[in-house]
Each structure stands twice: as structure tokens, then as C-alpha cells.
């Protein structure tokens, strides 16, 4: 059984530009969450795929964005990047339309510059 | 907002049991209560989770008072790398139901 894979783990932009990372969940899962996790705090859910479409988002502006693919891999995209944009972003898969228990990857750390 | 509160840090001597308190006074009767932790800049862990009944796994054992108002996460032998942060989550298992998570306790195991 394979485990929540991301990449890249580290990742470094300026401010403006635009970041891309992924995801891909485990073995037999079909659905995706992403969280963000600034230094010192617990992780904030920003939105969860299931079957390619979003089922539910937290209070994150409209500049991040994701997708879900067939495989049930996902990517998170954020544009026009801002200091507070920095932090570890972790995803996590379940199975089911997000009730079960989520198992995350080890996150992709970004630091905006 | 997170739903329930922990200790901020905690020590334990190597192994001896660990025992984490959380207290959830407002939890509803279909939410279930999960707990992760986080060893540093990783990925949280899932550990266990129960609804009402106590539950034991391989890592740990979950005590679930009878009114459900608290729990204790149970670590019966301590090991230097059972040092993290550990996160008691309140959830319903069922809908696009988010984790939300606290601050936790720091855990510290000395050996």
C-alpha cells in the first residue's frame, strides 16, 4: 500500500509569482484535503476534492485554486504569491466523501521571498 | 474554531506511560473524537479515533468519559520518539467534514 506522496518538498518564489504542488493520495482513496500550516500553529483546511469536484472550502481567497484528476491526485495552485503565503502545506487522502479518517503526506514546505 | 482544549505542553519520563488529556465539553452525539500528532515539519499522523466506546490500537489506547465531555490518549511506553505535538480533534464521520485543529500539546518524552 503506498502513502500520501507531494512534491516538490521544498519550494522557494517570490512575491507575485505563481506555485503549483502536488498531491497524490493513497492507494484507493478518492478524496483530497489541503491544509496550510503556518510556523507555530496547527494546520487550516483551505479545500477538499472529491471525485474531481470541490466538496468544501475554508476561508481561503479565491487565488488558491486546485484540481483533482482522474487518478485522484490533486494539485494546489496559488497565484499571485504574498509573504503570509509561506508555510507547510500538507495534503491528506481519505476514502468516502470526507468523512473518513484522513492520512497526510509529508508536506511541501514554501517560502515566499 | 477549534472544539476542544489541551494542556499547551506536557513531560514524560521514557517508558512510563504518557497520558494526554482533552477536554471537549461541547462535543455533539455524532462527533467522533480523533487524535494526530505531528513530530516536527512532518506531516500530521493519524493515531486512533472513537466515538464512545474506549478504543486500542497498535500505538495507543483512547479513554472516552461517559458524558463524552473528555478523553485521555493513552501512550503506554514512552519512547524519545514519541516527542511531538499531539492533536485531540472533534469531527462527524460523514459529509466534507474538515479537520480542525488546536494548538495541541507539546509532548516532550525525558529520557
Known amino acids: 500500500e503506498t502513502g500520501v506522496t507531494q512534491s516538490p518538498t521544498h519550494l522557494i518564489k517570490t512575491r507575485g509569482q505563481q506555485v503549483t504542488l502536488r498531491c497524490s493520495s493513497q492507494s484507493g482513496h478518492n478524496t483530497v484535503s489541503w491544509y496550510q500550516q503556518a510556523l507555530g500553529q496547527g494546520p487550516q483546511f483551505i479545500f477538499q476534492y472529491y471525485r474531481e469536484e470541490e466538496n468544501g472550502r475554508g476561508n481561503f481567497p479565491p487565488r488558491f485554486s486546485g484540481l483533482q484528476f482522474p487518478n485522484y491526485s490533486s494539485e494546489l495552485n496559488v497565484n499571485a504569491l504574498e509573504l503570509d503565503d509561506s508555510a507547510l502545506y500538507l495534503c491528506?487522502?481519505?476514502?468516502?466523501?470526507?468523512?473518513?479518517?484522513?492520512?497526510f503526506g509529508p508536506g511541501t514546505r514554501l517560502t515566499v521571498l | 474554531d477549534a472544539k476542544t482544549t489541551q494542556p499547551p505542553s506536557m513531560d514524560c519520563a521514557e517508558g512510563r506511560a504518557a497520558n494526554l488529556p482533552c477536554n471537549h465539553s461541547t462535543i455533539s452525539g455524532n462527533e467522533y473524537v480523533y487524535w494526530y500528532r505531528q513530530i516536527h515539519s512532518q506531516g500530521p499522523q493519524y493515531i486512533i479515533h472513537g466515538l464512545k466506546n474506549n478504543e486500542t490500537n497498535e500505538m495507543a489506547s483512547l479513554i472516552i468519559t461517559e458524558d463524552r465531555k473528555s478523553s485521555t490518549l493513552i501512550l503506554p511506553h514512552a519512547t524519545l520518539r514519541d516527542t511531538a505535538v499531539y492533536y485531540c480533534?472533534?469531527?462527524?464521520?460523514?459529509?466534507?467534514?474538515?479537520?480542525?485543529f488546536g494548538t495541541g500539546t507539546r509532548l516532550t518524552i525525558i529520557p
Open positions: 491528506a487522502s481519505s476514502l468516502g466523501r470526507g468523512g473518513d479518517t484522513q492520512y
Open positions: 480533534i472533534v469531527r462527524v464521520n460523514f459529509g466534507n467534514e474538515k479537520l480542525t
